[in-house]
């Protein structure tokens, strides 16, 4: 048989192409729950990160079984919220079906575009609150999850993570410890622009709100500082009474040291 | 038979190697060796990706169109790739170190060691031997990259298989978890080997 003639390269490689195809769409197919069991686990792990629920390498140790008993001993209350930053609907914490808005992509293209989105709110035992940030680094997504005290005005913790940011610049907002550590204690201004400031000397001004953005990881450090503004934007609406009662509250000591 | 059985397993892993000596998968092994638990995963998936392309290559071998023969044995190849990395992603010990490992599972593909055997050995021989050859060449390949991760994440973390290992006054050395200094710690390794073995060197 002539393998060099036209018609047997293409039925040929047709076939090929195919058969690998097939194998490889059931071989996703088998593989799916494990995998989303891995992701699950692994976004409850960012979370509890965030929400100091225990060190972070401590979670990371953990078996994934572990970290779903972790998260139902430890959540109070999970929901979501749309952009007018009204409920709109509940998540499940019971351990056996615990709900995450996992996926933060389309969420993030309905803040940006207006949309029916569900932005989850993950209230934890300690009173303790954690939402996602979602965004463009320079290669990849970068996303995180910032928690907030039970003022809803103090960051408790952050933990970054992102899906190709060049190792040793970019990857250190994941890798690096200190950099999420900076997070704690800082304020997020609701309803001002920028709610947040991760930038280039930003700290030097003694804002609250301010971190200073990674050396060498400029473009990522401007893809996270867009991630974290755009999705604090969005949850402006449903935590700025909480940002304002502490405004009052700032007031009334004033007022009384006055 | 037997003598030549023998030079396919051994070759490539001392006088054929392939990053000393051919000098192939050096970016892969600059990147995948601050730790060792990364090395070893990825040499074991390089082994299997070399070791099964090799093998299927070899047996469609007399089928595959020359004019086509690369872009069959990039699919092939591809194919063997996504299955590592799918697999890796599924398991709960691993999902961690495929993530840590990110792109660099997915670019064994670019990785010229496994389309340079299938071109050269695997086309022309039998499936048996071509899958020899293709394990062979992912050892080789595995133990240059377990070698330098043992030095950069005992003297860069102080601390083998995250178990530590150097005494808590040791101060690890940043430029060591640099891929800078992978580049000096394969320099020195081709060093040894040149030195260590003289038909290595140039007249």
């Keep these: ?258 | 038979m037997a003598q030549k059985l023998k030079d396919t397993i051994l070759n490539p892993i001392l006088k054929g190697n392939p990053i000393t000596v051919l000098i192939l998968g050096i970016c892969s092994s600059l990147a995948v060796t601050v730790q060792l638990k990364g090395a070893l995963v990825m040499a074991l998936s390089v082994i299997a990706v070399t070791g099964l392309s090799s093998l299927v290559c070899s047996l469609l071998r007399n089928t595959i169109p020359n004019r086509v023969r690369i872009i069959v044995q990039l699919v092939v190849v591809a194919m063997m790739v996504i299955l590592v990395d799918q697999l890796l992603k599924a398991g709960e010990g691993t999902y961690a170190i495929d993530k840590q490992l990110s792109v660099y599972i997915g670019l064994i593909i670019t990785n010229c060691i496994v389309m340079g055997r299938i071109e050269a050995f695997a086309l022309g021989n039998k499936p048996i031997p071509s899958l020899l050859d293709g394990l062979a060449n992912g050892v080789g390949y595995g133990l240059i990259l377990v070698i330098v991760a043992f030095f950069r994440e005992l003297l860069g973390s102080g601390t083998l298989l995250g178990f530590p290992v150097l005494p808590a006054s040791y101060i690890p050395n940043n430029l060591v978890i640099l891929p800078p200094f992978a580049l000096i710690l394969l320099g020195c390794i081709i060093w040894a080997h040149r030195a260590f073995d003289k038909e290595l060197q140039e007249k």
Aim: charged content about 20%.
């Design chain 1, 1 to 258: 048989m002539n393998t060099n003639s036209n018609l047997y390269t293409v039925v040929y490689t047709t076939i090929i192409v195919v058969v690998v195809a097939a194998l490889l769409a059931f071989v996703a197919m088998k593989l799916g729950p494990a995998q989303d069991a891995n992701a699950k686990a692994e976004t409850l792990r960012q979370m509890m990160s965030a929400a100091q629920v225990r060190p972070t390498e401590e979670l990371y140790a953990a078996k994934n079984a572990e970290i779903l008993q972790l998260y139902a001993d430890n959540i109070q209350e999970a929901y979501t919220i749309g952009l007018d930053g009204e409920k709109n609907g509940e998540l499940s914490i019971a351990k056996d079906k615990i709900e995450l808005i996992g996926k933060l992509k389309p969420q993030n293209k309905l803040i940006k575009e207006g949309g029916d989105a569900t932005l989850p709110v993950y209230i934890f035992k300690s009173g303790i609150v954690a939402i996602p940030v979602y965004g463009a680094g320079l290669w990849g997504p970068v996303w995180g999850y910032v928690a907030l005290q039970p003022d809803c005005y103090t960051i408790a913790g952050a933990y970054f993570d992102h899906e190709s940011e060049t190792p040793g610049l970019g990857a250190k907002i994941k890798d690096e410890a200190w950099f999420r550590e900076k997070f704690i204690g800082k304020t997020v201004e609701w309803g001002e622009e920028p709610a947040f400031r991760l930038e280039k000397n930003a700290e030097a001004s003694g804002a609250a709100n301010a971190v200073d953005a990674i050396t060498g990881a400029t473009m990522t450090s401007k893809g996270l500082n867009d991630a974290l503004n755009v999705w604090f934007k969005a949850y402006g609406k449903h935590f700025g009474m909480g940002a304002f009662l502490h405004m009052l509250e700032e007031h009334a000591i004033q007022s009384k040291e006055d």
